[in-house]
């Protein structure tokens, strides 16, 4: 009887944390690395977890912050984001307060009327603008990975688009006539600050040991 060769034994998959509860941002860091082995989960399976306050200056430290906590409260790796528009004629606001520029429990409506609103007087030419995203990877021994990426363009006037979330309505990346609210997921993937972040996580999985 030939036997049969034993199956060629598999790495098993990397859990990693997502320190968010923003189902927005869940579903787009899932759908840009769903073809990584693996296997993710996020806060709310760790209900031990305290919530972390965005208190620092740069979204480098919110995101650090955020990672570190989760990782060390679940001793898993734990990936967070910190991420955000920055206007140029708003001295780079709403910055870090992207979320709350309304106030703490603003809606990404109410963000929108407020940007609108300080950028009313502002001409065409002037609008220049960029979304900017920091991702920290930690480690329950305390090492920490840093993946950046940010995409320049231009608000808009009014809104457009009913896709995405945040301020993607007034958002026209650079050479785009349209919004990132305008563009299907797999479009606005290939373009966002968010997309280019995770896609050097990506390289730094491939190139670990991990994968």
């Known amino acids: 009887m030939k036997l049969k060769k034993p199956d060629k034994l598999s790495k098993p998959k990397m859990e990693i944390i997502l320190a968010t509860r923003n189902k927005k941002k869940i579903e787009e860091i899932k759908r840009v690395i769903g073809d990584m082995p693996v296997s993710v989960m996020t806060i709310d399976d760790f209900p031990e977890c305290p919530e972390v306050k965005e208190e620092g200056v740069t979204f480098q430290e919110n995101a650090v912050r955020k990672a570190m906590a989760v990782a060390q409260c ?21 910055g870090v307060f992207s979320s709350r520029y309304a106030g703490e429990s603003a809606t990404d409506r109410k963000n929108i009327e407020k940007l609108l609103h300080e950028m009313c007087s502002i001409v065409d030419d002037k609008r220049n603008a960029r979304f900017v995203c920091c991702l920290a990877l930690a480690f329950p021994d305390g090492r920490v990975e840093i993946f950046s990426g940010q995409v320049e363009g231009r608000i ?56």
Request: hydrophobic content about 30%.
């Open 74 to 94: 679940t001793g898993k790796p734990s990936l967070a984001d910190d991420s955000g528009l920055e206007v140029d004629s708003l001295s780079n606001a709403p």
């Open 156 to 211: 808009g006037k009014e809104p457009k688009g009913s896709l995405g979330f945040g301020y993607d309505p007034l958002f026209y990346p650079e050479r785009h006539n349209r919004t990132f609210a305008e563009m299907p997921a797999a479009e606005k993937d290939t373009l966002s600050h968010r997309g280019k972040a995770l896609r050097k996580f990506q390289e730094y999985l491939r190139g670990s040991y991990f994968i």
